[in-house]
């Protein structure tokens, strides 16, 4: 999927699900600021602005009226916050930073979009969008929605580099992906093997050469 779905890009913050985030110092204040069936929930479930913490506030009709989610001290820039993408229902959602000053919106969107990642290459499409649908954050007034996609799309890419499996990414298929992405930024490739590779990176070549020849050893050479 584009990484940019996750994101509402056109959707008032006025209309989403308000997700209030905390920091532990402002604690009371925030929830001063709530009608008083709302803090009688937090009260009753317990809310102590913790990194990480997060309450659902329902109303009286099922659906949900906000989300509380602790942004503990905050005394560095964190994308924490951002980590609500995998445990908030599939709706559309808005940071709410009145109780947390110190958070950095651009790391708590990027923290959003890392942690909604995951590994679906050998399910079939319309299956995991069944089983695990999406929500989506407005972005917060200020930040650059296309470059926080751009840094989230290469820990994307490394995530699943990692994550696919040896028999299916060897030497050739690494090729391919370095080839891919230079194509798509206009880098040069050159591709360095057999009797090149050999006299110019020996230890490379004596590691691989004992593997069969589809996947012969190789360096790539990208330069942007």
Not at 79 to 99: C, E
Request: glycine share 8%; with cysteine.
């Amino acid at each position: 999927m584009d990484i940019l779905d996750l994101l509402a890009m056109d959707v008032p913050a006025g209309e989403a699900t308000s997700i209030l985030l905390v920091a532990a110092d402002h604690r009371e204040e925030a929830l001063a600021s709530l009608a008083e069936p709302e803090r009688q929930w937090i009260r009753r479930v317990g809310f102590h602005a913790r990194p990480g913490e997060m309450v659902i506030v329902p109303r009286a009709s099922g659906s949900i009226a906000l989300v509380l989610a602790g942004a503990g001290e905050c005394e560095r820039p964190s994308i924490a916050p951002g980590a609500l993408a995998r445990k908030v229902p599939a709706a559309t959602y808005a940071f709410d930073f009145r109780f947390a000053p110190r958070v950095n919106a651009a790391l708590a969107t990027l923290g959003w979009l890392l942690s909604a990642y995951r590994f679906d290459r050998y399910k079939q499409s319309e299956t995991v969008e069944v089983e695990h649908p999406r929500a989506q954050l407005v972005v917060p007034d200020g930040v650059d929605a296309a470059a926080v996609a751009r840094q989230a799309e290469a820990v994307w890419l490394g995530r699943d580099l990692v994550n696919t499996p040896a028999n299916d990414l060897g030497p050739a298929e690494l090729a391919v992906q370095v080839k891919t992405l230079a194509a798509a930024f206009g880098a040069d490739v050159r591709e360095i093997r057999g009797e090149e590779l050999e006299h110019g990176w020996p230890l490379v070549h004596a590691v691989g050469k004992g593997a069969e020849r589809a996947r012969a050893p190789r360096v790539l050479d990208m330069r942007w």
